[in-house]
C-alpha cells in the first residue's frame, strides 16, 4: 500500500468517526444559539450550560448539598433494574413463544388471536389497571416494561424462525441432529438477524414505558425526577433528565448488541 | 460382491393432492443399490428424481412401498444417509471447518478427534487453508467441497447426491466429478448421485438407472463397463448415450 492509499484510508476513518457525531452537535448548537439569542425565555428554555452545570450537580454533588444533588446513581440503577426485570420477562416468554409459534402452526394458531388482541390495546391504557393490581412503583413499572417489550420480541423472533430454509434444517436432520440441539444449533442462529432485531426493538420500547411507569408518582427513578422537576418549574431538569434517558438508552442497546455478539457465532457473523 | 443390498426401493409410490386433483409423482419405483456402488438416477427435469431422493433420505414418506438400508426399513432422515444438496445449505453462521465439524459434534464415537478428523477431510477435499473462512466469502465450488467434506466425515453408509454440480461453471464440474469419482474409490463409498446430464452420469457411474416421466418411473438400468477414467470423446459414449435417450424418449 502506497502513501496517498494510507492517506485515504485514514480519512475515510476519521470520516466515518466523525459522522455519527454531525447532528448531535448541530442540535446542540440551534439549542444554544435559541437559547441565548432570547428567542425562547429561560424557564421554558434553559441554555446547555445551565442544563450541564444542573447535571453536574445530579450526578456528582454530595446528596442532601441541594436539590436532587448526587441522585444519578440511585435513579439510574433503579430505572435500570426496572427495565432489566421487565425486559428479562418479555425475553424469557416471547422469545421461546415466538420461535414455537413460528415453526409449529398449530401453536400459532392457538396464540395468535389472543396475543394480536391484546396487541391492539394501547399499552398506556394498562397504566391504570396495573395501578390498581399491583400497586405504585416497582410492580407497576416491571409489568408495563413486560408487555411492550413482549410484541416485538415475540413478533420478531417468529418471522424469524418462520423465514429459516428449510433446507438448512433437512441438513441438520440428515446429519443426524435431534429435535433439542436442532433447536440451538440451527432454529436459533437461522433466526438471529430478526431475534436480535426483536430484543433491540424490545429493549428501546422498555425505556418509553419504564418513563410511564414511573410518571405515577414514584419516589426514584429517571422518570420519576423529570415529572418530580416539572411540578417545581425546573425545566433544566427535565431536559437533563431526557438527554440522561437518551445516553443510558443508547448505551444499553449498544451493551445488549455487544452481549449478543460475544455470546452467539450468529450474531457476531451475521452479514 | 451380491449381500444384501447397500439400498433397495420396494414398489415406492408418490402421490400428491393439488387442488382436490390427484397427481402420481412417482410409480413403483423398484431398484437396488450394492455396496460400494456409484449409481447415478438420470431423468429429465419434472420427472421427480427430487422428490424420489428425498424418499430415499427420509424426509417425506412415500404414499406406497418401503425403502431399505441394510435390510432394514428406514422412516426417517439419518447420519447413515448423508445429502449433498444442488441448493447451498452450509450453515452461513459456521467456518468452513465449523461447518465440516457440525455432524461430528455431540456424537460420542468421534469423541477427542474431531479436530483431526474434520483437517484430514478438509485436506482430502482440498480446502485446509480455508479452514477459518465463511461461506460467504468462498466460491460456489468450494462450497461444494465443504458440503462434500462435513457429509464424508460422517462415514455415512450411503451417500446421496440431488445434481449437486448443476448450478457450477463446466470446468469446475469437471473438477467435482473428478474429485467426487476419487473419493468414491478411495472410502468404497456407496453413491447415489440424480442427474438430469446424460454425459455425466455416464462419466461417473458404475450403474445407471434410467427414469421416465410421467408418472415417474425407473424403465431401465445400464452398466457401464467402460473404464475410467473416462473422456466425453470416447466411441463408447455414442452407444450408451443412444442407449439412454431411447430409454428415455421411447
Redesign the interface.
Known amino acids: 500500500m502506497n502513501g496517498t492509499d494510507a492517506g485515504k484510508d485514514s480519512k475515510k476513518g476519521l470520516v466515518h468517526g466523525v459522522l455519527p457525531w454531525i447532528i448531535p452537535a448541530a442540535f446542540v448548537c440551534a439549542w444554544f444559539i435559541v437559547s441565548r439569542a432570547g428567542i425562547l425565555p429561560p424557564y421554558l428554555l434553559p441554555d446547555p450550560v445551565t442544563v450541564i452545570g444542573t447535571a453536574h450537580i445530579y450526578i456528582f454533588a454530595e446528596p442532601g448539598s441541594a436539590p436532587y444533588a448526587g441522585r444519578f446513581l440511585q435513579d439510574a440503577s433503579t430505572s435500570l433494574l426496572r427495565v432489566f426485570l421487565g425486559f428479562s420477562i418479555a425475553v424469557a416468554v416471547g422469545l421461546p413463544l415466538g420461535i414455537l409459534s413460528g415453526r409449529v402452526a398449530e401453536i400459532n394458531r392457538l396464540f395468535s388471536t389472543f396475543i394480536n388482541g391484546l396487541r391492539a390495546v394501547p399499552g398506556i391504557t394498562w397504566l391504570p389497571i396495573a395501578m390498581v393490581w399491583l400497586g405504585i412503583g416497582m410492580r407497576t413499572t416491571v409489568f408495563l416494561v413486560a408487555l411492550a417489550a413482549f410484541f416485538p420480541i415475540y413478533l420478531n423472533a417468529m418471522a424469524g424462525a418462520r423465514q429459516i430454509n428449510p433446507l438448512l434444517l433437512r441438513a441438520g436432520a440428515m446429519m443426524g441432529t435431534g429435535r433439542i440441539r436442532g433447536s440451538y444449533a440451527v432454529l436459533l442462529p437461522g433466526a438471529m438477524p430478526h431475534i436480535m432485531t426483536g430484543l433491540r426493538l424490545g429493549l428501546g420500547i422498555s425505556w418509553a414505558y419504564l418513563v410511564l411507569g414511573e410518571l405515577t408518582g414514584v419516589p426514584d427513578g429517571l422518570g420519576a425526577v423529570i415529572m418530580d422537576a416539572r411540578m417545581i418549574g425546573r425545566v433544566d431538569i427535565i431536559i437533563m433528565g431526557m438527554i440522561l434517558i437518551a445516553i443510558v438508552g443508547k448505551m444499553s442497546d449498544a451493551l445488549l448488541v455487544a452481549f449478543l455478539r460475544l455470546s452467539f457465532k450468529s450474531a457476531r457473523r451475521m452479514p | 460382491m451380491e449381500q444384501a443390498a447397500a439400498l433397495e426401493t420396494v414398489g415406492v409410490s408418490m402421490h400428491f393432492s393439488v387442488n382436490g386433483v390427484r397427481k402420481g409423482v412417482l410409480n413403483d419405483v423398484t431398484f437396488s443399490v450394492g455396496q460400494g456402488e456409484f449409481t447415478c438416477i438420470v431423468g429429465q427435469s419434472g420427472c421427480g428424481k427430487t422428490t424420489l431422493l428425498n424418499i430415499l ?3 417425506i414418506a412415500p404414499t406406497a412401498g418401503l425403502v431399505r438400508v441394510r435390510g432394514r426399513r428406514i422412516t ?4 447413515d ?3 449433498v ?1 444442488q ?1 447451498d ?1 452450509l ?4 467456518t468452513v471447518s ?1 461447518n465440516v465439524a ?2 461430528l459434534t ?2 460420542r464415537k468421534y469423541r477427542g478427534e474431531i479436530g483431526a478428523r474434520v483437517d484430514h477431510f478438509l485436506a482430502l477435499v482440498g480446502l485446509l487453508d480455508y479452514r477459518h473462512y ?1 461461506p ?1 466469502d468462498i466460491s460456489g465450488g468450494m462450497k461444494q467441497r465443504v458440503e462434500l467434506a ?2 464424508l466425515v ?1 462415514d455415512p453408509l450411503i451417500l446421496l447426491m440431488d445434481e449437486p454440480f448443476a448450478s457450477l461453471d463446466y470446468r469446475t464440474r469437471r473438477e467435482m466429478q473428478d474429485l467426487l469419482i476419487a473419493l468414491g474409490q478411495e472410502l468404497s463409498q456407496t453413491i447415489i448421485f440424480v442427474t438430469h446430464d446424460v454425459d455425466e452420469a455416464i462419466t461417473i457411474a458404475d450403474t445407471i438407472e434410467i427414469m421416465t416421466i410421467n408418472p415417474g418411473t425407473i424403465t431401465e438400468e445400464l452398466h457401464i463397463g467402460q473404464e475410467r477414467p473416462r473422456r466425453v470423446t470416447e466411441a463408447s459414449y455414442g452407444v450408451y448415450r443412444d442407449r439412454i435417450y431411447r430409454a428415455l424418449w421411447s
Do not use: D
Open positions: 433420505a427420509g424426509f426417517k432422515p439419518g447420519p444417509r448423508c445429502v444438496f441448493e445449505t450453515f452461513p453462521w459456521l465449523e457440525f455432524g455431540g456424537n465463511l460467504r462435513r457429509v460422517l
